[in-house]
């Protein structure tokens, strides 16, 4: 009796590999800004229930507390809350959500705040008054008064009495010049009276 061979072959089939891929998510954010950062993680097999392999979030090595995140289905979306990310000082940080059997990281940055100078208003300048200089009065010079020296009349010297004598003349001329004399230094006297008289008023 001949009998038959039958031969089988192991059938393998290839499993699909499963993996989480970000789909989109923000990679910076502006410190003082009010937005999130949102962070959506796609699973490649049964993406439908991807939330439910969720299990926490890493930033910088560090565990995330869940009061400062939301994760809701749709894949798995992850947004990071600002009053958490307000937190952070500039500089770049590496996220983490981890699931059950994988994880998705990505890179943001948070980038400073731009300074608004703050403008100081100008001090309102008091203009400075030169007071004009007042011209100090014209003192007025009284005149002096001169003194008016009235001189005394020369004494008109009396002659000695002599005995005419005849036919001489010599003392009549002499008389008559010490009379011209007398009479000019009066004149000149009363003359020179009037006009300081005249200047004085």
């Not at 290839?14 to 789909?23: A, C, G, N, S």
């Not at 939330?51 to 289905?73: C, D, H, K, M, P």
């Not at 014209?138 to 010297?157: D, L, M």
Request: hydrophobic residues 35%; negative net charge; glycine residues 6%.
């Amino acid at each position: 009796m001949s009998g038959t061979t039958t031969t089988y072959e192991p059938m393998f089939r290839e499993v699909p590999k499963m993996m989480y891929k970000l789909l989109n998510a923000d990679t910076e954010w502006k410190q003082e800004s009010d937005s999130n950062m949102v962070f959506t993680v796609k699973r490649s097999l049964d993406d439908a229930n991807c939330i439910t392999y969720f299990s926490a979030v890493r930033i910088g090595n560090e565990l995330v507390s869940g009061q400062n995140y939301t994760a809701v289905a749709g894949s798995t979306v992850i947004t990071l809350k600002n009053e958490y990310l307000k937190t952070f000082a500039p500089g770049e940080y590496t996220i983490e959500i981890e699931f059950v059997d994988g994880k998705v990281t990505a890179e943001f940055r948070i980038v400073e705040a731009e300074k608004t100078a703050t403008l100081t208003p100008t001090e309102a300048l008091t203009p400075t008054v030169t007071p004009t200089p007042t011209e100090a009065p014209t003192p007025t010079v009284s005149p002096t008064p001169t003194a008016i020296v009235t001189p005394e009349p020369s004494p008109t010297p009396v002659p000695e009495e002599h005995s005419a004598k005849t036919g001489d003349t010599s003392n009549l001329w002499l008389w008559a010049i010490l009379a011209i004399i007398a009479a000019g230094t009066l004149g000149g006297v009363v003359a020179e009276k009037r006009t300081r008289r005249a200047n004085g008023r």
